[in-house]
T-cell receptor, first 117, second 112 residues
């Protein structure tokens, strides 16, 4: 149990366009979902925390107007990279924690590789 | 105070050897310390985790040792195998549903 999926697994887009990444908890309800980005050979950097039905909380230095996060249901959160530029190319990973709050554990998705040309 | 410091950055171990990765933290409010394994192009996967009221936890070949007074914890991989070659991250979290604070990562290579 506790499977998180992401779609797409990889995407290539042209500079200036927007791209949406979906994160779904497949067999549990997630109160909170987290979005990370990871550059090669680096650690995961938390971008934002999203709670179902409320606005996302962004980490310092992350542009909220560029990285739009929507957590419309207890099983789905989306990250939209608006007006993407080559420097936005990265590996984006989501995670989710269960709604019952009984566990510290976060369940990670497989990641989405974004390449902006 | 939010940092988790991890070492070494990279580690090469012979097959059958013991891999040891160390982490240190400052914030005593951290209440849960997981280790994640990540293969290239994949998301991290939980390997093993420990609470601060326990000094050691073992699951198969993987053991966490936890030293609360020193604010340090480590991952030991016994009988390391080439399939264990991956990047390992330690992390810490203050409360359920809270933010994970990750270490810098250790790239482990197990040579046959």
């Amino acid at each position: 149990g506790a499977v998180v999926s992401q779609h797409p697994s990889w995407v290539i887009c042209k500079s200036g366009t927007s791209v949406k990444i979906e994160c779904r908890s497949l067999d549990f309800q997630a109160t909170t979902m987290f979005w990370y980005r990871q550059f090669p050979k680096q650690s995961l950097m938390l971008m934002a925390t999203s709670n179902e039905g409320s606005k996302a909380t962004y980490e310092q230095g992350v542009e909220k107007d560029k990285f739009l996060i929507n957590h419309a249901s207890l099983t789905l959160s989306t990250l939209t990279v608006t007006s993407a530029h080559p420097e936005d190319s990265s590996f984006y990973i989501c995670s989710a924690s269960k709604v019952d709050g009984s566990s510290y554990e976060q369940y990670f998705g497989p990641g989405t590789r974004l390449t902006v040309t | 105070q939010q940092q988790v410091k991890q070492s070494p950055q990279s580690l090469i171990v012979q097959k059958g050897g013991i891999s040891i990765i160390n982490c240190a933290y400052e914030n005593t409010a951290f209440d849960y310390f997981p280790w994640y394994q990540q293969f290239p192009g994949k998301g991290p996967a939980l390997l093993i985790a420990i609470r601060p009221d326990v000094s050691e936890k073992k699951e198969g070949r993987f053991t966490i040792s936890f030293n609360k007074s020193a604010k340090q914890f480590s991952l030991h991989i016994m009988d390391s195998q080439p399939g264990d070659s991956a990047t390992y991250f330690c992390a810490a979290i203050k409360n359920q549903g809270g933010k994970l604070i990750f270490g810098q990562g250790t790239e482990l290579s197990v040579k046959p």
